[in-house]
């Protein structure tokens, strides 16, 4: 394929309340053996991108660790490959990144070295399938400037927090309202652009002389007139990592045959890094109903309705519903959680009980002692 | 200059014929273990674990399976700039060709392959055991003796020992005397197949009986060096080891996995077992499914019963299905209604709706009274089970089926069912 993709995985979300304090969003972990940023990277070597760059900041120590090797999505090449690049001082910048668009401005060397004539934007809490390719004739065959990755929400839900467009008959963009106080429309951003590499080059460099360093308000919103700005619908899943709702509604889509199979049994596959863990195993007095359960799981107690990530310990008589069960928890004998989402490597005493409401999910954060096998 | 201390060889040429049809078209190392392994995964696990990072698989017998699974090594890390994992497949010699035709002579073919690394010792292994062993160890207790040959060799009930080739030590742990499968043995070290010899020690066995006919380890090389009065000498091993060689060994090694605290504990930090796992999403168990003592792998999709089982990677085990003390490999499917009773399924079956697996009393086989003596329903990969049909106790069935190929639609204990085709 002729582009570059840029993985732009530095946010934090408040609305990921707890669950943000450990890592960056982009590395949350989804659907029991995946990482948000897995979505997108698997995208774009399913696209055939060659050549792709993360762009880190905060709290990206999880992030790193996920991305140690690139092999995993087959990105260990001599030509091209994955690049990891967080904010450095240098002789003219001792900043942060201070937007999107700044981010992209600090690595625009990688940009400029590069030979392929498009660019793939994605951001890394995205849980979706594109093949980028099809985007990219879409942006050739509209003479596009910019094309902006769009999917129709359901009419009703709150869309206040995301980047709203509107467009004409032709999917020009017209409008882009970023998280309105009221919704204008339910045709939502998905954060995916594709832009000729050269156009991006003058647009972030032109930004940058102004001193704007936000990608949506500085170019998409400032430039929408001037520029052919363009829709792309797509009619596939997608879902937005950035609340604990969320995030947890996402997960628990996972439950849902027609999303598993649709990510799970359909080409192209998710990639994600390989953890060595046995199967799953199931002791007597397990009762499981309608879950999720990954690699290295070991469970004795009852689950209903839950989500259980890799090497989960579920203890005797212990009652788990409705629940999500990050990596590598430890659940003592006799506890009940309910509508919770359990931090990951959390060791929990046997005799608990946590409660959450199905419209509270609680995050549940416990770090005591344990004693490995 | 390239030097390793010690390399590998690991012999997986092999058919594994008493494994019946699950070896017709795979080699035994490629056999699928404990819902996510493969039998080789143990020793090429064992070997990056214990530091040996050059390892030499010899393969002949229907190499495809072992060779998709080993690609490159990158599952075991022993993807290598200098060393890793090699693959070597007889080939063809300007004045002469021949398969690998013992298990020296397979290494015999292959001197050249090791004398690149110039070893100081050369470890021998077989690719058909189910343990967790640190040859670095080994090779210690090897270096201390200042031994030629080491062997390792485990105790094993003495009412037993008779099925094993037997060794005989002094108090210095040092052989005094061979003994293959003996009426009266004298001791109950068997041998594990697995030695380490110093390589200029092999290389002069090798060469000095390379005219050898079937030239093989234990029959050849070390009575050979045994005479030659070389110091050889038993590592007792006391840990857990399996062969894994036959129809009911597979199945007990499996069933062990399950229980609460395993012997074969694969949940430890320690001594992690690696392996190719192509599948990643999480399992699903639906809401009307039931699972008592199982390991169940990767994305396999549970929406029967299942009881004292090892279900793989990718399986599908249809509403109203009931699986009980069996092995259900990879890709499988058992539809709605089915029965499943002590049986090892292979990668890719397909077992129809409402069919029955394992009923009915034991009858000795018709098919191989040497490979099917135990009361199992062997299925062999991508083989299909039309619905309806009842299967009686150890039977063994491969290859697409008809309900036309089920006379009154049952197949009686101890019949088979051997078709052409089934592989995909």
């Known amino acids: 394929m002729k582009a570059i993709g840029i993985i732009l995985a530095g946010g934090n979300s408040k609305r990921m309340k707890e669950l943000s304090l450990r890592r960056a969003v982009a590395a949350m972990p989804i659907a029991g053996s995946f990482r948000s940023i897995d979505f997108s990277l698997s995208s774009m070597t399913n696209s055939h991108i060659k050549k792709v760059a993360v762009f880190t900041q905060y709290n990206a120590r999880s992030l790193n660790e996920h991305l140690n090797s690139s092999k995993w999505w087959d990105f260990g090449r001599k030509q091209g490959g994955l690049y990891v690049f967080t904010p450095t001082i240098t002789a003219d910048n001792s900043d942060w990144y201070r937007g999107t668009a700044d981010s992209i401005y600090q690595n625009l060397e990688f940009l400029k070295n590069s030979h392929e004539p498009y660019v793939v934007i994605a951001s890394g809490d995205g849980v979706y399938k594109l093949d980028y390719a099809k985007v990219l004739e879409y942006h050739i065959a509209k003479r596009a400037d910019i094309t902006v990755v769009c999917k129709e929400m359901p009419s009703g839900m709150d869309l206040t927090r995301y980047g709203l467009v509107r467009t004409d008959s032709d999917c020009r963009i017209t409008e882009f309202d970023e998280k309105p106080m009221v919704a204008s429309s339910n045709l939502v951003s998905c954060g995916i652009y594709v832009v000729r590499r050269r156009q991006l080059v003058d647009l972030i460099e032109a930004c940058a002389a102004d001193g704007r360093y936000d990608f949506v308000n500085d170019i998409l919103i400032r430039y929408r007139n001037l520029k052919r700005i363009y829709a792309y619908k797509m009619d596939s899943y997608w879902s937005n990592i950035s609340s604990v709702d969320d995030y947890y509604r996402t997960n628990m889509d996972f439950l849902n045959k027609d999303i598993r199979d649709y990510f799970f049994r359909t080409y192209p596959e998710v990639y994600s890094k390989v953890d060595d863990n046995p199967p799953a195993k199931y002791n007597p007095g397990a009762v499981v109903r309608n879950s999720l359960a990954s690699s290295g799981c070991i469970i004795n107690g009852e689950v209903e309705n839950s989500v259980l990530f890799k090497k989960v310990y579920v203890g005797n008589n212990c009652v788990i519903k409705n629940s999500i069960i990050l990596n590598d928890v430890y659940i003592g004998d006799n506890t009940r959680i309910e509508n919770c989402i359990v931090e990951s490597r959390d060791t929990i005493k046997a005799y608990m009980t946590y409660i959450g409401e199905p419209n509270h999910i609680r995050i549940i954060l416990e770090k005591n002692d344990r004693f490995v096998m | ?424």
């Open chain 2, 1 to 424: 200059m390239i030097k390793k201390e010690m390399i590998a060889m690991l012999l997986a040429g092999g058919q594994g014929s008493r494994l019946g049809v699950l070896t017709s078209k795979v080699a035994k190392p490629a056999v699928a273990f404990g819902g996510k392994y493969r039998i080789i995964d143990f020793p090429l696990s064992n070997c990056i674990n214990s530091g040996i990072d050059t390892v030499g698989v010899l393969t002949q017998y229907q190499p495809l399976r072992l060779n998709t699974h080993i690609g490159i090594g990158i599952p075991w890390d022993l993807d290598r700039n200098v060393g890793g994992v090699t693959v070597l497949p007889p080939y063809e010699k300007s004045n002469s060709s021949e398969w690998y035709t013992g298990t020296a002579n397979a290494i015999y073919q292959n001197i050249d392959y090791i004398d690149m690394y110039n070893p100081d010792y050369v470890l021998i292994l077989s690719g058909d055991h189910i343990y967790k062993m640190d040859y670095e160890v080994m090779l210690e207790f090897h270096k201390a003796n200042n031994a030629d040959l080491t062997i390792a060799a485990m105790p094993v009930p003495m009412e037993e020992a008779s099925r094993f080739g037997i060794v005989i030590t002094d108090e210095n742990n040092r052989i005094t005397e061979f003994e293959e499968k003996p009426a009266n043995p004298r001791s109950n070290l068997a041998s594990m197949g697995i030695y380490i010899f110093s390589w200029p020690v092999l290389r002069e066995a090798l060469m000095k009986l390379s005219e050898e006919p079937e030239c093989d380890f234990g029959k050849h090389i070390i009575p050979y060096c045994h005479t030659k009065g070389d110091r050889i000498f038993a590592y007792e091993y006391n840990g857990y080891w399996k062969d894994v060689g036959t129809l009911g060994s597979y199945w007990e090694a499996n069933m062990e996995l399950i229980d609460i605290i395993p012997v074969f504990n694969l949940y430890e930090e320690f001594w992690k077992i690696y392996t190719r796992c192509e599948n990643l999403p999480p399992q699903y168990i639906s809401a009307d499914s039931r699972i008592e003592r199982c390991i169940i792998g990767e994305g396999t999709n549970i929406y029967g019963e299942i009881y004292n089982s090892v279900i793989g990677p990718n399986v599908t085990i249809e509403r109203g299905a009931v699986v009980r003390d069996s092995i259900i490999m990879q890709d499988s499917v058992i539809r709605a209604g089915a029965m499943v009773n002590k049986a090892i399924i292979a990668e890719g079956v397909t077992i129809g709706e409402d069919v029955q697996l394992g009923v009915g009393e034991y009858a000795p086989s018709k098919l191989d009274t040497k490979v099917y003596v135990f009361d199992l329903v062997t299925v062999g990969e991508n083989s299909v089970i039309p619905a309806g049909v009842r299967v009686g106790k150890n039977t063994a069935i491969s290859g697409v089926t008809e309900a036309s190929d089920y006379p009154d639609g049952k197949l009686d204990s101890g019949d088979y069912m051997i078709k052409a085709g089934g592989s995909r």
